[in-house]
T-cell receptor, first 113, second 119 residues
Framework: QQPVQSPQAVILREGEDAVINCSSS?????VHWYRQKHGEAPVFLMI?????EQKGHDKISASFNEKKQQSSLYLTASQLSYSGTYFC??????????????FGQGTILTVHP | DAGITQSPRHKVTETGTPVTLRCHQT?????MYWYRQDPGHGLRLIHY???????DKGEVSDGYSVSRSKTEDFLLTLESATSSQTSVYFC??????????????????FGDGTRLSIL
């Protein structure tokens, strides 16, 4: 079952902040975040491992609460280059995963000047 | 650059014909994946491979088969294409290196995609 992302879409002006959430019904080992520009391939942003880790990538950071099976992606002081569709990919806890991920349906982020 | 090449990049074909998409990687990664991407569904796993001749089904495998006879090549075949298989197909690799599947987490890197239209 796919993780659920919210919101489905968000529109910002440059400099504004946004939060994208990813929620799973299954126990998670890790959460990955990717960004995809229109007509391009998804690009890896960061991995959050269980342990409530918060990671940063420029002004983009994320947190992972494994007890709630949720992750959030924080975009601060947004730039035009942040526009795109953001996907979370989850890896379930337990068993042999072979690196498989289950992706959410995506959140479309649009940043205007 | 993860050295992933998908071919063809675009293809238009007719219902009922077989179609094969190729994914080629240059860095000897063990794990490879085929996804399809449709509006509102994100990326859905079709099949994956954890080694030469080792493959398994993903969540949307009906109507698709795969083969991996060499580490560098992972082929996706639509045995008899249907209009519902019109989609963008992405191949991905995982940097996971060592022997088991439950190891340190590594990113996936994607090819540029194949846009497939079935009329």
């Amino acid at each position: 079952q796919q993780p659920v992302q919210s919101p489905q879409a968000v529109i910002l002006r440059e400099g504004e902040d946004a939060v994208i959430n990813c929620s799973s019904s299954k126990a998670l080992y890790s959460v990955h975040w990717y960004r995809q520009k229109h007509g391009e391939a998804p690009v890896f942003l960061m991995i959050l491992l269980k342990g409530g880790e918060q990671k940063g990538h420029d002004k983009i950071s994320a947190s992972f609460n494994e007890k709630k099976q949720q992750s959030s992606l924080y975009l601060t002081a947004s730039q035009l280059s942040y526009s795109g569709t953001y996907f979370c990919g989850t890896r379930n806890a337990g068993g042999t995963s072979y690196g498989k991920l289950t992706f959410g349906q995506g959140t479309i982020l649009t940043v205007h000047p | 650059d993860a050295g992933i090449t998908q071919s063809p990049r675009h293809k238009v074909t007719e219902t009922g014909t077989p179609v094969t998409l190729r994914c080629h990687q240059t860095e000897n990664h063990r794990y490879m994946y085929w996804y399809r991407q449709d509006p509102g569904h994100g990326l859905r796993l079709i099949h994956y491979s954890y080694g030469v001749k080792d493959t398994d089904k993903g969540e949307v495998s009906d109507g698709y088969s795969v083969s991996r006879s060499k580490t560098e090549d992972f082929l996706l075949t639509l045995e008899s294409a249907t209009s519902s298989q019109t989609s963008v197909y992405f191949c991905a690799i995982s940097e996971s290196l060592s022997g088991t599947g439950y190891e340190s987490d590594q990113p996936q890197h994607f090819g540029d995609g194949t846009r497939l239209s079935i009329l």
